[in-house]
C-alpha cells in the first residue's frame, strides 16, 4: 500500500530510487520481515490468521489439543445424527 502510494506521488520512479530519494531528504525506519501474511478479508481469514498466531506461540499444545476435542465432538455428532453434548 505504501509503495503504491510512493509510486503514484513520483510516477515513473522506481521503488528504490523513491526510497533514495526519500532517505535523503528525510530520516525513515524499516523492518523487512520474512514471514506468512494472511488476507483476513477472505472468508475464514480472521480465524486461519488467529490459528497461525496461536499455533505459532507457547500455547501451541493446549491450541492442538482443543482443536482435537472440537473436531471429536464433531465426528461424534455426525455419528449420532444431533447436536454434541457437553
Do not use: C, P, W
Amino acid at each position: 500500500m505504501v509503495t503504491d502510494f510512493l509510486q503514484y506521488l513520483f510516477d515513473g520512479l522506481s521503488t528504490g530510487a523513491i526510497y533514495s530519494l526519500l532517505a535523503g531528504r528525510e530520516r525513515y525506519l524499516a523492518l523487512e520481515v520474512q514471514g506468512l501474511r494472511y488476507n483476513i478479508g477472505l472468508k475464514y481469514g480472521l480465524l486461519v490468521a488467529q490459528l497461525a498466531l496461536a499455533l505459532d506461540g507457547h500455547d501451541r499444545e493446549e491450541i492442538l489439543a482443543q482443536m482435537v476435542e472440537l473436531l471429536a465432538a464433531r465426528g461424534a455428532r455426525n455419528e449420532r445424527g444431533g447436536v454434541a453434548e457437553t
